[in-house]
């Protein structure tokens, strides 16, 4: 998280907006707190240039409740999945409890290394929808060119919400469980547009509907407040410092000075990533054994270069580079790099 937001949350906590209690104290049906989550939604449309007929909802349950809750709501014949690593597996696997579930193309038979190309599409014929993830935050792959498909279009945007400007108008209902860039874990932004919120189930029990958090502006039951409040400062974070297109040139940056020390290290490290499928928020790659790679992750630490080890289902080293990671973390990180494989 950025820095400067924490310390604003730190200075705010005993006194929300002059109200004399903490944000974690005021109730959620006051108008200070109203104020707030209005003011989030306003700056969401602001920063993502999220149109009309679009509503945005605050739910809990983490990005693995929408795995289920996409297909709840909006599988009724068959839905599509673009495979392109472990959580949009989870999501077909979570989603087939409901009905139907294929492969519009996947990468899985090459460790998700690699965003599928288009002319690899097939989309069946009465589909739902078609279903995808944005950043595979394991493997380090992002999409930098969105599809589109005659069906609506959902997309898990956990990994990398608010990195980069996106045309919400190529979707139809994006989602991001928030605390790879956003804030702390508790609360998934749902922008979900009209026109699909009106074919989902009915049928469900009222916390499983979108249609219910539409409908009671998210405040049907207690929102997470704390966590939206700080989604709403890290919101304004970014939108001071020249929003999300400024954001993307910084993002642009940081990758490219970890992606150089992999390619200049004569083959030392390895990135798992196809080149043009990496993304610009995790890094991975892998050393010439796993012993070496230990040693990498060990003496990182002890450079103040934490949580260098890969995710535990593909194993190997990733570097998540979030939005609040300053571009000198990087370089840091590409000069330790660089010495480390000097001294082997
Ligand atoms: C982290 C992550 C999730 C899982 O989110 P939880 O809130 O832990 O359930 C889902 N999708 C993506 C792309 C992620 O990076």
């Keep these: ?17 002059h109200t004399g209690m903490s944000i974690v104290e005021i109730s959620h049906r006051s108008a200070a707190y109203q104020e707030m989550q209005d003011d989030t939604v306003r700056i969401l449309r602001k920063l993502l240039l999220i149109p009309e007929e679009y509503h945005i ?33 989870k999501a077909m696997k979570a989603a087939s409890f409901y009905g139907d579930t294929y492969e519009v193309a996947s990468s899985k038979e090459d460790h998700f290394a690699y965003i599928p190309k288009a002319d690899s599409f097939q989309v069946r014929e009465g589909s739902d929808y078609v279903y995808m993830t944005s950043n595979n935050t394991i493997h380090g792959t992002e999409w930098h060119d969105f599809p589109s498909f005659d069906v609506p279009l959902i997309c898990d945007m956990s ?11 190529n979707f139809d209902f994006i989602y991001a469980g928030v605390q790879k860039n956003v804030g702390p874990a508790g609360v998934v932004i749902g922008i979900i547009k009209d026109s699909l919120l009106k074919k989902s189930n009915t049928r469900l029990p009222l916390m499983l509907q979108y249609k219910t958090y539409v409908d009671h502006d998210s405040t049907y039951n207690t929102p997470p407040v704390f966590n939206i409040y700080f989604v709403n400062k890290v919101c304004h974070w970014l939108d001071e410092r020249g929003g999300l297109a400024a954001m993307l040139e910084t993002n642009k940056e940081k990758a490219a000075i970890l992606y150089d020390a992999i390619d200049r290290s004569d083959g030392f490290y390895r990135g798992h990533a196809k080149k043009d499928s990496r993304s610009l928020m ?20 002890g450079h103040d270069l934490i949580g260098v080890k890969g995710h ?23 000069e330790f790099m660089e010495e480390f494989r000097k001294k082997q």
């Excluded at 990994?159 to 108008?169: E, M």
Aim: aromatic share 10%.
């Design 282 to 301: 995790n890094v991975t790659f892998n050393l010439p054994t796993v012993e070496l790679e230990k040693k990498f992750v060990a003496e990182a630490a």
């Design 159 to 169: 990994s990398d919400f608010l990195s980069r400007p996106v045309d919400v108008k």
């Design 312 to 334: 535990r289902s593909l194993g190997g080293c990733r570097a998540s580079i979030y939005n609040a990671v300053p571009v000198e973390g990087c370089s840091v990180l590409a």
């Design 57 to 89: 909802i605050f739910m809990q349950g983490g990005g693995s409740l929408q795995f289920a809750m996409h297909a709840a709501n909006f599988l009724h014949h068959c839905g599509g999945y673009l495979n392109t690593g472990v959580w949009s597996d």
């Design 1 to 17: 998280m950025p820095l400067d937001v924490l310390k604003q949350v730190q200075e705010e906590f005993l006194d929300f907006h």
